[in-house]
């Protein structure tokens, strides 16, 4: 089983994906409305938007998401993507990459559960935290 989080955008999903694509060096599956059996149900105007977007590193990293109709659309709040980082370099990189644009809310430096963490809400209004390794000698019990 695996949980994957999977985002609401208000019409700029396949902007968001294209970026978070490229800031892990992924392809993006990305998929318009007019480009599924469904399109006939959906207005003229919503046919560019996103019915379903993906990026899949085939190692566990897998984010989804869509373009909600605007009158569902909630701007999102109280949670974030949490990312874990296998190094500080790796940690530091993607923080860099996705915070560009973005508003920071915990710069990323060394905290006592990790040796790198930061947080922030993309250009796209996603929330996310970058975690790096474990303190050296610190073992994460999460099993």
């Known amino acids: 089983m695996k949980i994957n989080p999977y985002l609401n955008f208000s019409g700029n ?3 968001a994906f294209e970026f978070y694509a490229a800031c ?3 392809e993006p599956v990305i998929m318009a409305v007019a480009e599924t059996p469904a ?3 959906f207005p003229a ?3 560019h938007h996103v019915m379903h977007a993906q990026i899949d590193n085939g190692d566990g990293l897998i984010l989804m998401g869509c373009d909600a109709p605007a009158e569902m659309y ?3 709040a109280g ?5 874990q980082a296998d190094t500080i370099a790796e940690a530091e990189r993607i923080f860099a990459a996705l915070s560009e644009g973005g508003n920071i809310t915990m710069p990323i430096a060394e905290t006592f559960w990790s040796q790198r963490f930061g947080s922030f ?3 796209f209004g996603i929330s996310w935290m970058v975690n790096g390794p474990a303190p050296l ?3 994460p019990d999460c099993a």
């Open 13 to 15: 999903c396949r902007q």
């Open 24 to 26: 892990f060096d992924l």
């Open 39 to 41: 399109a006939e149900h």
């Open 45 to 47: 105007d919503s046919q």
């Open 74 to 76: 909630e701007r999102p």
């Open 79 to 83: 949670s974030s993507v949490a990312i």
């Open 121 to 123: 809400v993309d250009k």
């Open 137 to 139: 000698g610190v073992e």
